[in-house]
């Protein structure tokens, strides 16, 4: 092991923030994580995955761990489904390519979500009508107190919309080191009719799907919506699509008779932030270096040398806006450090 110190975190995180790390270590195995803690040198430590679910606005005055478990395996298979593993550095959408290649379904509507396997049972990441709980088997996660690696089952992590354990009562008590999924081999099922995936499906002049043929789809509605990190620094959607009670959203429908809403319960409603956002006056908004992307108001971009706290603001701001003008509040999807 080998720790830098004073290094910036600008390759590291998605949003392109230039802070730096007091110290810095890549930790490529379990054995090499455990001495660290190990040590008990009482040093302050910050665990840094993929990047893609932050936002920096300060230098990090701490040992940052950056979490770099490589390797994926098939661990067991029957007729009908797949059970493969992904240790916590690999990269999400280069995993999910790899199991389109072995023709595993499930994974195929996450296509392009930016980050590592490791943090994707933290946030419950999810998109077009998909979310990781709906194929997640179980973690191994190493127990910061005892230094014990612990199985966390789909039940034990307690998945909710873009929420897990790992971020209510056991928050920075574990770090994930690898994940397992439970995928299929054959008579897949498709999701298709969320958002614009069938219609693109159409446009692709494709009536019988295969999981790849979503796999393109869905990538070819992101790229069309969704900055490149490595272009324009975002850590994709910023807001939460909030949810709202069915008494709340039949006072705010009165005044918006037109906004687009889904019913997840009998008592509770989903309002686009998109929407929301864009309703407000700030898609395609700049602020100099940053600013609100122009085909998608739910992402926060940094053209270029932006501050943490220019784009805190910024976020401060459309939540201030959203709320006075819909009486809905907004919350922060990437964790504010």
Not at 109 to 119: H, R
Not at 143 to 156: G, P, Q, R, V, Y
Not at 248 to 264: S, T
Not at 304 to 313: P, T, V
Request: charged fraction near 20%; aromatic fraction near 10%; glycine fraction near 8%.
């Amino acid at each position: 092991m080998h720790i830098e110190h004073n290094i910036s975190l600008k390759q590291y995180n998605t949003f392109g923030i230039d802070v730096k790390a007091r110290q810095f270590i890549s930790i490529t195995s379990v054995t090499d994580l455990k001495s660290v803690y190990a040590a008990q040198d009482n040093s302050v430590k910050f665990i840094l995955g993929g990047g893609s679910n932050m936002l920096l606005t300060k230098d990090i005055d701490a040992l940052v761990m950056h979490i770099n478990l490589k390797g994926k395996e098939i661990l067991f298979q029957t007729e009908e489904d797949v059970f493969v593993k992904a240790n916590a550095g690999e990269n999400w959408h280069e995993f999910v390519i790899w199991t389109l290649e072995n023709n595993f379904g499930g994974l195929e509507n996450l296509s392009l979500i930016p980050g590592n396997v490791g943090t994707s049972p933290i946030q419950n990441i999810g998109a077009y009508g998909v979310e990781l709980k709906d194929v997640f088997h179980s973690c191994d996660a190493l127990n910061l107190e005892t230094l014990n690696i612990e199985t966390f089952t789909n039940a034990d992590c307690k998945f909710d919309y873009r929420n897990s354990i790992f971020k209510q009562e056991a928050k920075g008590k574990y770090i994930i080191l690898s994940v397992v999924f439970k995928l299929t081999k054959k008579n897949h099922v498709l999701h298709t009719n969320y958002g614009a995936i069938a219609s693109k499906l159409q446009q692709m002049q494709i009536s019988t799907p295969t999981i790849q043929d979503i796999s393109k789809a869905v990538i070819s509605i992101r790229q069309s919506k969704l900055p490149d990190p490595n272009n324009i620094g975002n850590s994709g959607s910023f807001f939460k699509n909030p949810i709202i009670s069915k008494t709340e959203f039949l006072k705010f429908q009165e005044n918006f008779p037109n906004a687009p809403h889904y019913a997840i319960t009998e008592n509770e409603v989903k309002v686009p932030a998109g929407w929301l956002i864009e309703t407000a006056g700030f898609k395609g908004k700049t602020f100099g270096n940053y600013g609100v992307h122009k085909k998608q108001a739910l992402v926060l971009v940094n053209y270029g040398g932006a501050s943490g706290m220019d784009i805190l603001k910024l976020s401060k701001l459309i939540q201030d806006t959203v709320l006075r003008l819909f009486n809905i509040s907004i919350e922060a999807e990437v964790n504010i450090i």
